[in-house]
């Protein structure tokens, strides 16, 4: 049942700028235009024209679709020009000079607005401040959260009964209350530093995002309901949430026909030749490494897992964020000639979701990111979890032992993503036993079919009638109707 449908409906996107949280709204906001809805996506100078190719396939089936751009104020917090993108920043000092950015874009985002009056404003959750812009003129502010239901429920629980804080050690397992299955965790695993220091900018960020979540019209995850259902109706019964899944989004591009395009950056190798090398393998031979877009490990565990890569004897792809050099440390001696044909190093930025979906690929080494976990699960892939920070402990919990379809390769300490760098903890006989479970054996195969059985459901989810395709249809109503 639609209302008010002679006017159509506008809304206004606005991505955080870091790839794990772009490249979903984006996705989203060409589902909104394949809706009928006219979308407009607002970004900065540098991600501009990589947005312009993202929409393109959407402009060429004629959907509604734009972007409008801002400017990132770089100079006034003492930036260099043209980092605009999250990844871009290195140490701790240029992190909290980005999210100081992030604020002083406000006044913007008020006169955009103020001049353009859309239907509704669809803005990451860290931009907080976005609600109360919004309000000013009677817009709702839906907020896009990077992370599915499971780990906005357990991050929540976390915060609201501070289990890690009534255990006597840092490696003391604590259950968090009051979820609707039993996950236990330790306190090494949860990011406390927004706890211990309350000065960074991201702890005054991630309480006022939190905050706002309660003030906001909704929220949107990007997850499908059959993969986590008891958390689903957990955050909006228990904890109370207005929220709607209208997940996986990265298939919902593929159901709406579009050709495979650009998602994040431009791709550092050819498409066609990755595809090509993946079509000369066994179906289910080849494991994928790799930990998105922010995640840079330091030489010392690359090194590792070069090692428990070829003890494992597994064929592979391995996305690296390293420059090729002449002397590389990190390779161990006469490396990339003995895995010639065999391995298959991607440096720079992998079009991650062409290869899992490739029927060659049988395991993942996943950092667990949100977008990585559901891009896995849509694919069918089984998962080797090697979490590091942000959320990702929690997305392990899910891909381990809720729904069984990886197994961990024994990460234990949560860390900054600069802090990552200095670390090796994972060793390569963990890396090579990890490789073996998942990708040989009785395990395996039931990871497999596990796996296989989810992303069929994920499937069926963005389709006609399933479920996240109703819940899009029952959000549009709504605004529609407001
Ligand atoms: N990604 C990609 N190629 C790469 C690295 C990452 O396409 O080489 C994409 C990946 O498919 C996912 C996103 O970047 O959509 C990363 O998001 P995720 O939540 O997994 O991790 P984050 O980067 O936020 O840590």
Redesign the pocket.
Known sequence: METKSHEQLHIFFFPYM????S??LIDIAKLFASRGVKSTLITTPLNAPLLSKAIQSSKNLGFDIEILVIIFPTEEVGLPPGCEIA?MTTTHEMKEKFFKATFLLEPQIEQILDQHRPHCLVADSLFPWATYVAAKFGIPRLIFH?PGFFPLCAILGVKLYEPHWKVSSDSEVFTIPNLPVEIKMKRNQVPMVFEQNANLILSKLLKESRECEERSYGIIVNTFYELEPAFADHYRKVLGRKAWHIGPV?LCNKAAGYETEI???E??LDEHECLNWLNTKKHNSVIYI??????NFSDPQLLEIALGLEASGMEFIW?LRREKKEKEEWLPEGFEQRMEGKGLI?R??????LI?EHEAIGGFV????????L?GVSSGVPMITWPV??E?FYNEKLATEILRIGVAVGSQKWASLVDVKKEASVKRDAIEKAVARVMVGDEAEEMRSRARALGEMARRSVEEGGSSFSDLTALIEELRSL
């Open positions: 870091a790839q794990g949280h490249i979903p990844s990077g990265s998602r994040g950056m791709a550092s790799c930990s998105g877009s922010m995640t996305v991607i720079g930025w992998a079009p991650q979701v899992l996943s950092h667990c990111g949100w977008n990585s976990i891009e920070s942000a990702q």
